[in-house]
């Protein structure tokens, strides 16, 4: 059995602040008091400890009423959360919660399957660590559609299997400039989990960009799979934003500082360990 509460302010019902659901994709926020569905399963009669939350854009209703000079926030609300219902893939993500692996690949791989769906199912299998799906993400990766390339790189980073690297690195170093930071994101997992030296070289030629969310991504990458190689190029993207501080900052500049002090350091430490 499936329910679905949907309420104009939410009155809390949800996992704890951390652990467990709270930690896997669309639980609910605990801090979230505007317009909200809160879908969970019954198996038996029984709760399932299975609960997931869609939610608007906006968290007060009757200002964003207003804005769009609608009558009646608590019907402006609850139509705006029965598009985002409508949008939102729950036989996909109930299927993966069961583990539903084979279902999944055999929804991804009917061409009449939607873009949106198969971004989500690609989702999914990351979360999954589904091995078997790899040699479809590996085409995903080359896609033209850019939403399904970026999941693809994720989804593979997520599961961390050794034979996707020689590929991220051929897309990270000639595919689609919008697709490199997801790449380089996941490049770095499985390049630290099998502690694979081959991924330095590509990264390090990505730092050469205008790109700030790009080199933020390559940044922290690096830091994943510390090698000293890479410590005086980071230095040198470090040097001139040292005096760039304060509320008025750029908040990408403050990203890329964040992941160059982190990365920086994991290099440093790593050399005092050896």
């Not at 939403?147 to 980073?157: F, I, M």
């Not at 051929?170 to 770095?188: C, D, T």
């Not at 099998?194 to 390090?204: A, Y």
């Amino acid at each position: 059995v499936f329910r679905v509460k949907c309420e104009q302010r939410k009155v809390y019902e949800g996992p704890s602040a951390h652990g467990g659901d709270a930690d896997l994709p669309d639980s609910p926020l605990r801090v979230w008091k505007g317009p909200a569905c809160q879908l969970i399963y019954l198996l038996e009669e029984k709760k399932m400890g299975w609960r997931k939350e869609v939610r608007t854009e906006f968290q007060d209703s009757i200002q964003a009423a207003e804005a769009a000079k609608a009558p009646d926030p608590g019907a402006y609300a609850m139509a705006k959360l029965k598009d985002r219902l409508e949008e939102y893939d729950f036989p996909v993500l109930i299927t993966a919660e069961w583990g539903q692996e084979d279902r999944l690949l055999k929804i991804f791989d009917d061409p009449s399957t939607p873009q949106p769906r198969k971004v989500r199912i690609i989702s999914m299998l990351g979360y999954l660590f589904s091995a078997k799906a790899v040699p479809r993400l590996l085409t995903a990766l080359k896609e033209p559609d850019l939403a399904v390339a970026k999941a693809a790189a994720v989804a593979l980073g997520n599961i961390g299997q050794k034979e996707s690297i020689p590929v991220m690195i051929e897309v990270m170093r000639s595919g689609p400039r919008e697709l490199r930071a997801e790449v380089a994101k996941g490049l770095g997992i499985v390049g630290a989990l099998h502690g694979d030296p081959s991924i330095i070289p590509p990264l390090l030629e990505a730092l050469n960009t205008d790109d700030l969310a790009l080199k933020t991504e390559v940044v922290w990458a690096l830091g994943k799979l510390p090698d000293r190689r890479a410590y005086e190029p980071l230095y040198q993207i470090y040097k001139p934003l040292q005096s760039i501080r304060g509320p008025d900052a750029d908040p990408q500049v403050k990203k890329l500082k964040e992941a160059l002090n982190w990365s920086m350091k994991q290099i440093d430490t790593w050399e005092y360990i050896q």
